[in-house]
């Protein structure tokens, strides 16, 4: 450990990350440099050069980002990078370095990646000598505190480890030709975040969808349409997918201009361009399979684009797009709504195609004078209420911003501070709780209740079959229904904290559940499970209970998860059973320590993405 003094890291909570080896770079808004103020140019910092003029202008006044340049080879051979810039430490204008967290979310925006965490945790020598890394592949780590610090204290909150005789080379790496480092395939999901033009092609490759997940439509009319089958041959196969990849391509680059035009940067920009290049493919696929190159917050806000963006082509009353529009900005990002909507039509020709260009166009008219178009309209509303309400038990926070959002949607106040009055009468938390599971058999819905929501009545419609002598026994649903709505609606007048456990896959399923909350005043939370269907039919085949294949592949065609705003708040739940996303809360992962009602189960813990 190279480090003077290690008090400073004592009883710390800290992040340990890999110590990449490259050269030490540092960006400005104004320009850039290596190790010193006086480097002067070479090969490899080419590349760095062009990512700097994309990124600086979202670099504030006075802020410096230092990270490294690992374009050229040093030490280490790199094969699989996602970028050739990674950022390991944003400073302010007041010298002081920002706390991890922050950290992240600031890179994520400029478009760079921050070196892999080895590990994270209090403080503990013990931890630390134990990790094991590949000394032939990894130069060592870092260890800095999780919180922030000034530059005074850099010396006690940063410490590293360097592998023995780590460089390895007999001539200085700038004295010879240049060999540039491997990047990997999610390199192409980067440089869309840093501003760089998108090549449809690798984004699919980075993103790894399985062939048999779902077929791509939506990309205009074949070509050979109406010949008999057979007839076309591999010359017209060739045709179909050349003139795919042809508007694939065309359609992700009129949304990155779109979305530039916009101001969308780092994952905002990625969601957008994604939603354009998939915009045929069905929307629970890619909720359940993008998450595992994207994490679940952007892989869920893609499959969102794609399910919304059709209707915006179709036509709307005048007198109401305003009140609609204001409606759907609690499920996506207008902006790129707009861009992707419009995107996908680019390059196709035909009275239908011209209709839904001019829907769109109009649309976006409406929003842009609405104020619906900047990135997140709702966010003054949600800050001024974070103040207010930051003392509340989190169930309180949640429900009243969530009320104050739907008024705002209903053009019933305009301001933080009516927003903050008009939530008076949830403040103390006074009021029934409701979780609705939705997703497949074998997602975990069942598990995840018994672990995070213990504390909860439970309404289960399989046990009410189960009751009745089988579980499988679909004969008697209406009745079944009937008894599991009558129980819900007696827990809830109650006042208790309830869990509706059943599939509830589609939003004619999950409205009766929901009619019965809103009669009782409670706060609602649909509990989405979004599980890959290979690991679904993996774990039927382990299953007590099996569900016959042909029903699980129908249950899936169904599978229609709810959109923000369909609820109160929404918990997206991963294979592993963690809430690995939500919307709908107040505070995001920075929420501070609360107080929680005794009498309730555990809140889940959402993950960082």
Not at 113 to 121: C, N
Request: with cysteine; charged share 25%.
């Amino acid at each position: 450990m190279r480090a003077a003094d290690l008090s400073g890291l004592e009883g710390q909570e800290i992040v340990v990350t890999e110590k990449l080896d490259g050269e030490n770079t540092t960006l400005y808004r104004d320009g850039l440099h290596a190790r010193s103020l006086d480097s002067a140019h070479h090969p490899s910092r080419a590349w760095v050069k062009a990512l700097h003029g994309r990124i600086a202008p979202r670099i504030p006044p006075g802020f410096r980002v230092s990270g490294e340049n690992l374009y050229a080879r040093h030490s280490i051979a790199y094969d699989g990078l996602e970028s050739w810039f990674y950022a390991f430490s944003v400073w302010t204008g007041e010298d002081r370095c920002l706390d991890w967290d922050a950290t992240v979310r600031f890179a994520r925006r400029l478009g760079v990646p921050v070196p892999p965490v080895l590990w994270r945790g209090t403080m503990n020598e013990r931890a630390l000598r134990a990790l094991r890394l590949d000394l032939s592949r990894q130069e060592g780590y870092v260890v800095r505190t999780a919180r922030g610090f000034s530059r005074e204290q850099f010396p006690r909150s940063v410490a590293k480890w360097v592998r023995s005789g780590h460089v390895q080379t007999d001539e200085h790496w700038m004295l010879k030709p240049v060999v540039p480092n491997g990047r990997g395939p999610g390199a192409a999901l980067w440089d869309v975040r840093s501003g760089a033009a998108p090549e449809a092609a690798a984004l699919l490759r980075a993103l790894r969808l399985p062939a048999d997940a779902g077929e791509p439509a939506g990309a205009g009319e074949p070509a050979g349409a109406g010949e008999p089958a057979g007839a076309r041959g591999e010359r017209a196969d060739h045709a179909d997918h050349a003139d795919h990849a042809d508007h694939a391509e065309a359609a992700v680059l009129d949304a990155a201009a779109r979305l530039d035009v916009l101001g969308r940067a780092g994952d905002a920009r990625l969601a957008g361009v994604l939603g354009a290049l998939l915009h045929g493919w069905p929307r629970v696929t890619l909720m359940t399979h993008l998450p595992a190159a994207l994490g679940m917050p952007l892989g869920r806000r893609v499959g969102d684009l794609v399910g919304l963006h059709g209707r915006l082509h179709a036509p709307f009353p005048d007198e109401r797009r305003r009140a609609g529009l204001m409606r759907m900005v609690r499920a996506a990002d207008l902006g790129a709504l707009h861009a992707v909507a419009a995107a996908t039509l680019a390059g196709r020709r035909g009275p239908e195609v011209d209709a839904a260009r001019e829907q769109v166009a109009w649309s976006e008219l409406h929003a842009a004078e609405a104020g619906l178009l900047e990135e997140a309209p709702l966010a003054p509303l949600c800050e001024g209420l974070r103040e207010a309400l930051g003392a509340l038990e989190v169930d309180a926070q949640d429900r009243c911003w969530a009320e104050a959002a739907e008024a705002w949607v209903e053009g019933r106040l305009h301001s933080p501070e009516e927003a903050a009055a008009y939530g008076f009468r949830w403040r103390a938390g006074r009021f029934p709780r409701l979780v609705v599971t939705v997703g497949p058999p074998g997602s975990g819905k069942s598990s995840f209740v018994e672990r995070a929501l213990a504390g909860a009545a439970r309404v289960s419609l399989d046990e009410l079959r189960a009751a009745r002598g089988s579980r499988a026994d679909q004969g008697a649903n209406a009745e079944v229904l009937r008894e599991g709505l009558e129980r819900l609606d007696g827990l809830l007048a109650a006042g208790q904290s309830v869990v509706w456990d059943a599939t509830a896959l589609t939003a004619q399923q999950r409205s009766l559940p929901l009619s019965v909350a809103r009669r009782r005043d409670a706060l609602v939370t649909c509990a989405v499970f979004l599980v890959p269907q290979a690991v679904l039919a993996e774990r039927n085949a382990r299953r007590t209970h099996r569900v016959p294949d042909a029903v699980l592949a129908a249950q899936m065609e169904r599978f229609a998860p709810p959109y923000p705003g369909d609820a109160h708040r929404t918990w997206y739940i991963d294979a592993a059973g963690r809430v690995a996303d939500s919307e709908g809360t107040l505070f995001g992962p920075e929420r501070p320590e609360r107080p929680e009602r005794p009498e309730r189960p555990e809140r889940p813990e959402r993950e960082e993405p």
